[in-house]
């Protein structure tokens, strides 16, 4: 009866090994950079009491994309706006719709020959499980539109938004991931 155990629990444990359990959707993983998103308005008097307004534009939110450990390569078809609050009051206008978006993210897994244009087979014996190559290839402007509220109020104005990402996966499954929260925002300077 022993013996029987353990060539069970050796069978068991060979055909386990070298095989992967492979999964049915996209893993992926949404990385935000607002750091630069923030517009600046600027308002100087002259020496004669005449104002100025000088605008410094923001930057654009920085949206990265990687692949979890495991996960399938997947395609980023576009994104919907699903919540947009400026100065704590929510858009009515919802959900707005971007498509046309073609960004490939490789696969959660790591191999010799991998790069930001080909997966590695989940199924080659090089392969492991690892983060994928992280893409960059995406910027939203969410403050700039804000400058012109600034200088009605004279004052700052803050945005949160959300965002659902969708696309399909190398198998055409349809996936989405969202984000929620994402910051910037329009400062009024007096000087």
Request: proline share 4%; glycine share 10%; charged share 20%.
């Amino acid at each position: 009866m022993k013996k029987w155990m353990i060539m069970m629990g050796a069978a068991a444990l060979l055909s386990s090994c070298g095989s992967y359990q492979l999964q049915t959707v996209a893993d992926i993983g949404v990385g935000i950079d607002n750091s630069g998103a923030t517009a600046t308005v600027t308002e100087s008097t002259d020496d004669k009491g005449v104002r100025s307004l000088s605008v410094t534009p923001a930057q654009p939110v920085k949206i990265s994309f990687q692949a979890r450990p495991g996960s399938q390569g997947a395609y980023i078809e576009g994104y919907k706006i699903t919540g947009d609050i400026i100065n704590g009051v929510e858009s009515s206008d919802l959900p707005k719709t971007v498509q046309g978006l073609n960004i490939f993210v490789p696969s959660g897994y790591t191999c010799p020959k991998q790069d930001t244009l080909q997966s590695c087979a989940p199924t080659d014996k090089d392969s492991f499980p690892a983060n994928g190559v992280e893409i960059n290839k995406l910027g939203i402007d969410i403050a700039n539109g804000l400058t012109g509220l600034a200088i009605a109020k004279r004052g700052n104005v803050f945005r949160r938004v959300s965002f659902t990402f969708y696309g399909r996966t190398a198998n055409y499954d349809k996936f989405e991931v969202s984000v929620t929260n994402v910051e910037g925002s329009a400062q009024y300077v007096i000087r």
